[in-house]
């Protein structure tokens, strides 16, 4: 069991934890949230004993082991297999002795502690974990010098889960993981032996794989039972009370201060104006929940293009003679919200800079409208921007005509207030950091956008705040992200990348998750009999968003058609001198009937997904 008892902390005078207490039973997983700079990592560093409480106590059961990632593993020529069996370093000691012990009862108690921590399996658990982590076999016998640092990291979190410490400490691991190495290491937890903290801003992480959520706000520890949604009802319902409560003392309070001022001047009435002065000192006053500022992200619209906006027909892309992707044919509209799915490695970062024109094609075709402007976001641009200049430098250097306080609107647009606007960037939380990117690679109002882990960093209010911006945007999206709940919120059309292609994923994002768990337990066999399972309310409301947005979809392209056959039967169209735009408006209008019998296709195919879901419901 862990024990927090009224701690205390400050940094530099300012106090992150005051009287905070907390009982974490023995066993449980917990996810820690909080908005970003509450103090969850310095949490993490108190209960590992790395830093010195100002007051109170934590507590953890003797000899209990507590691990977590502290840094990626270093660079070196050991391999990821042997690197991951070290990090368990009582059965690396045990069997390094085992090679030199000459003492009878020596070499059987260490082969009896060797078989009671099941040292002989260790080979496969650990290989089992970097599969579920992202490496292959093959890279599993690779030196940690063959891989960058975020691979590392991944080397490093295996190392830890291998060694399955008594309390887990996890900061923020989805961060370096992608969407199959994320819903991996969800399932990992549920089956997980000992405590887990989990410090993580990921709604589907902490909704399946922890039983509770420790709150840290205004200095204090609350523990809620459930997972991320129930404590944000909880939550609601608490600071709805508090504010009703808070209202009506309120109210009290201007009532007798209201009797004392009229009639304390009386002296008929001197004793009770004083009785109730003697109440008002007495009470308790109840304050009103503080409204944090809203995260918001603003996006400029751009104007609207014709379909499609990006073909690519026959295509292969790759890096010198080696094809990553080939036979590629797809086509992107302006309102098309797309998620890239597929292991890393498949090729979704190739495609990604295909379409945003940072590769070309080895073969085929590809077409973009002449007035397509694109932008891109990818983590690694968070880790290039300049760390001793301002947020105000960077944007001023891309428009450096526009006044000042057009440039802070910009900043603010993104949640970058006034202070943050003269900070130096190295000074910069991750959060605003990837705020700032977010800016610049909306700043020119693109017709398509490319987000690749644009969440990596960001808290669960501006994860909230860029499914908003997402869902109001009248550009195009294409987006790669480990969070299931942005996928599921902003993507109605899936691809996914695999064996060197890019093909439509026909099934749900709840079938594909279901794809990945079950993938290393061979295929599952189907009862028939069973009836199909009720969708939740969640589900039913996402179908019925996606039959409106196609339907939507269809009645645009037949405005934009009705337009282009009354531009057609144009008599004058069709003299001779115009015979060049004549083909052009002709070539519109059959892309126009290609897009409308796919847009169609679509739309029957989600209205047969509804009345599936309301036939089980």
Not at 14 to 39: D, F, M, Q, W, Y
Not at 257 to 270: C, L, M, P, W
Not at 587 to 613: D, F, G, H, S, V
């Given at each position: 069991?862990?024990?927090?008892?009224?701690?205390?902390?400050?940094?530099?005078?300012?106090?992150?934890?005051?009287?905070?207490?907390?009982?974490?039973?023995?066993?449980?997983?917990?996810?820690?949230?909080?908005?970003?700079?509450?103090?969850?990592?310095?949490?993490?560093?108190?209960?590992?004993?790395?830093?010195?409480?100002?007051?109170?106590?934590?507590?953890?059961?003797?000899?209990?082991?507590?691990?977590?990632?502290?840094?990626?593993?270093?660079?070196?020529?050991?391999?990821?297999?042997?690197?991951?069996?070290?990090?368990?370093?009582?059965?690396?000691?045990?069997?390094?002795?085992?090679?030199?012990?000459?003492?009878?009862?020596?070499?059987?108690?260490?082969?009896?502690?060797?078989?009671?921590?099941?040292?002989?399996?260790?080979?496969?658990?650990?290989?089992?974990?970097?599969?579920?982590?992202?490496?292959?076999e093959a890279e599993q016998h690779m030196p940690c010098s063959a891989f960058s640092g975020g691979w590392r990291m991944r080397v490093a979190l295996a190392g830890v889960l291998f060694s399955q410490p008594d309390l887990l400490l996890l900061d923020e691991p989805t961060n370096y993981l992608d969407l199959e190495g994320a819903l991996w290491l969800e399932s990992y937890l549920q089956r997980y032996p000992h405590t887990v903290l989990i410090i993580s801003h990921d709604r589907g992480l902490l909704n399946r794989a922890v039983g509770a959520i420790l709150h840290?706000?205004?200095?204090?520890?609350?523990?809620?039972?459930?997972?991320?949604?129930?404590?944000?009802?909880?939550?609601?319902?608490?600071?709805?009370?508090?504010?009703?409560?808070?209202?009506?003392?309120?109210?009290?309070?201007?009532?007798?201060?209201?009797?004392?001022?009229?009639?304390?001047?009386?002296?008929?009435?001197?004793?009770?104006?004083?009785?109730?002065?003697?109440?008002?000192?007495?009470?308790?006053?109840?304050?009103?929940?503080?409204?944090?500022?809203?995260?918001?992200?603003?996006?400029?619209?751009?104007?609207?293009?014709?379909?499609?906006?990006?073909?690519?027909?026959?295509?292969?892309?790759?890096?010198?003679?080696?094809?990553?992707?080939?036979?590629?044919?797809?086509?992107?509209?302006?309102?098309?919200?797309?998620?890239?799915?597929?292991?890393?490695?498949?090729?979704?970062?190739?495609?990604?800079?295909?379409?945003?024109?940072?590769?070309?094609?080895?073969?085929?075709?590809?077409?973009?409208?002449?007035?397509?402007?694109?932008?891109?976001?990818?983590?690694?641009?968070?880790?290039?921007?300049?760390?001793?200049?301002?947020?105000?430098?960077?944007?001023?250097?891309?428009?450096?005509?526009?006044?000042?306080?057009?440039?802070?609107?910009?900043?603010?647009?993104?949640?970058?207030?006034?202070?943050?606007?003269?900070?130096?960037?190295?000074?910069?939380?991750?959060?605003?950091?990837?705020?700032?990117?977010?800016?610049?690679?909306?700043?020119?109002?693109?017709?398509?956008?490319?987000?690749?882990?644009?969440?990596?960093?960001?808290?669960?209010?501006?994860?909230?705040?860029?499914?908003?911006?997402?869902?109001?945007?009248?550009?195009?999206?294409?987006?790669?992200?480990?969070?299931?709940?942005?996928?599921?919120?902003?993507?109605?059309?899936?691809?996914?990348?695999?064996?060197?292609?890019?093909?439509?994923y026909e099934d749900d994002l709840e079938a594909y998750r279901n794809l990945l768990l079950n993938v290393n337990s061979g295929p599952q066999k189907s009862d028939k009999k069973d009836k199909p399972k009720r969708p939740s309310r969640d589900a039913m409301l996402a179908l019925k968003a996606d039959v409106r947005k196609c339907e939507e979809r269809v009645t645009k392209l037949q405005d934009m058609s009705d337009k282009l056959s009354k531009k057609l039967s144009d008599p004058a169209l069709y003299e001779d001198e115009r015979v060049g735009e004549l083909e052009?408006?002709?070539?519109?209008?059959?892309?126009?009937?290609?897009?409308?019998?796919?847009?169609?296709?679509?739309?029957?195919?989600?209205?047969?997904?509804?009345?599936?879901?309301?036939?089980?419901?």
């Open positions: 069991m862990l024990r927090i008892q009224d701690i205390s902390y400050s940094i530099a005078g300012r106090p992150l934890l005051e009287g905070a207490s907390a009982t974490i039973p023995a066993g449980h997983k917990v996810g820690i949230v909080g908005r970003n700079g509450a103090g969850k990592s310095t949490l993490f560093r108190l209960i590992r004993g790395e830093l010195t409480l100002d007051g109170g106590a934590i507590s953890v059961p003797e000899k209990a082991r507590i691990g977590g990632v502290a840094q990626e593993v270093p660079g070196n020529e050991v391999s990821l297999l042997d690197t991951v069996l070290a990090a368990d370093t009582e059965r690396a000691s045990l069997m390094a002795e085992s090679e030199t012990a000459t003492d009878p009862t020596r070499i059987a108690d260490i082969q009896t502690r060797l078989a009671d921590i099941d040292a002989w399996s260790a080979e496969g658990r650990a290989s089992s974990i970097l599969r579920g982590l992202g490496f292959t840290l706000e205004g200095k204090k520890l609350t523990l809620y039972t459930g997972g991320y949604d129930t404590f944000a009802k909880q939550r609601a319902e608490q600071r709805a009370l508090q504010a009703a409560a808070a209202k009506k003392q309120d109210a009290k309070r201007a009532h007798l201060q209201s009797f004392v001022d009229r009639f304390k001047a009386k002296a008929s009435k001197a004793k009770q104006a004083q009785s109730r002065v003697k109440m008002l000192e007495k009470m308790e006053k109840i304050t009103a929940p503080e409204d944090a500022a809203r995260t918001v992200f603003t996006f400029p619209s751009p104007e609207e293009l014709s379909p499609p906006i990006i073909r690519i027909e026959g295509g292969a892309v790759g890096y010198g003679d080696r094809r990553v992707l080939s036979r590629l044919d797809l086509r992107i509209d302006q309102d098309d919200r797309i998620a890239l799915l597929g292991r890393n490695g498949e090729g979704k970062s190739t495609l990604a800079k295909l379409l945003s024109d940072r590769l070309s094609l080895m073969d085929g075709s590809i077409s973009r409208s002449s007035k397509l402007r694109i932008g891109f976001f990818a983590q690694h641009q968070v880790d290039e921007l300049h760390l001793d200049e301002t947020p105000i430098d960077h944007i001023r250097r891309e428009r450096p005509d526009e006044a000042p306080a057009r440039l802070r609107a910009r900043l603010a647009g993104f949640g970058l207030g006034a202070d943050q606007a003269e900070t130096e960037v190295g000074r910069l939380s991750g959060g605003q950091k990837a705020r700032l990117t977010l800016l610049l690679a909306t700043l020119d109002a693109p017709h398509l956008l490319i987000l690749d882990e644009p969440t990596n960093h960001l808290d669960i209010e501006s994860r909230e705040a860029l499914v908003e911006a997402l869902t109001a945007y009248t550009g195009a999206v294409v987006l790669v992200s480990h969070d299931m709940h942005l996928l599921s919120l902003v993507a109605d059309r899936l691809w996914l990348v695999k064996d060197g292609a890019v093909t439509p052009v408006w002709n070539r519109k209008y059959a892309e126009l009937r290609e897009a409308m019998a796919k847009a169609e296709a679509l739309w029957m195919t989600a209205l047969e997904k509804l009345e599936k879901a309301e036939e089980a419901a």
